[in-house]
């Protein structure tokens, strides 16, 4: 093997390991538990409920549902709730449940999947919710309404 050959691979192996390591260095800062639990979230239920308050008109809490549960819904078998954890990532919850549901084929026929989402005030403000939606404050998930 000439020396320019070997030269070319030592060259083309150091720029291997430098862009492998660009894709696999930590950041300099990582993320505390803190950051990462009460960064918001990238995306909001669509689906609005209102739950009543007394003496003031009602709060909106955010849920993914997979029927139009507007309208009757006679071959309904059962309801699935899914629940998020701390991130508040219902999204990602709500796709795995309707994937298991597609897989599970026949069996996952007549099934509602309902997916709450427990918002932290932070989510509400960034995504500049209406004034009663629901959101908490910190991991004990006291509930308030943040304006």
Known sequence: MSQSHQLRRACFAVSVLAVAAAFTTAPAHPETMEQRY?????????????????????????????E???????????AVLVFHGLTRNADAYFEGALAARTKAGSTG??????????????????????????????????????H
Request: no cysteine; net charge positive.
């Open 68 to 78: 139009d549960w507007s309208r009757p819904m006679p071959d309904l078998r059962r």
């Open 38 to 66: 009460t960064k918001p979230v990238k995306v909001v239920a669509p689906t609005m409920i209102e739950v009543p308050i007394a003496g003031d008109a009602p709060a909106l809490f955010p849920i993914y549902v997979s």
């Open 109 to 146: 026929a007549g099934v509602l999947i309902i997916s709450p989402q427990f918002l932290a005030v932070e989510d509400v403000e960034a995504h500049h919710l209406p004034a009663r939606t629901l959101g908490s404050i910190g991991t004990a998930g006291r509930v308030v309404r943040p």
